[in-house]
């Protein structure tokens, strides 16, 4: 099971109330249940987001090129050539 952490964040009145409520109406079990799986579906419509994060992390030598390829979804030859546009 992969190691977890605890995050801390504010948000707007309007949206508290929002959250407040997800675990009332039943479609999540928690609030930590719903939000991981809202970053999961943002992560996963949104590509331009993940090379960023990749190419971040690639650049910073947290992650090498395979892993940089799977969180973008691409092969490595691709993510390679989308890392060299970055550098640019």
Do not use: C, H, W
């Not at 970053?39 to 090498?64: E, H, P």
């Amino acid at each position: 099971m992969a190691k977890s952490n605890t995050l801390s964040f504010t948000v707007p009145d309007e949206l508290k109330l929002k959250l407040d409520v997800i675990t009332k109406i039943g479609y999540y079990d928690s609030m930590s249940e719903f939000l991981r799986d809202a970053i999961r579906t943002l992560l996963s419509q949104n590509k331009d987001l993940r090379i960023s994060i990749a190419y971040q992390l690639f650049k910073d030598k947290k992650i090498g090129l395979g892993k940089a390829s799977e969180i973008i979804g691409e092969n490595i030859k691709e993510t390679k050539e989308l890392f060299e546009k970055r550098e640019i």
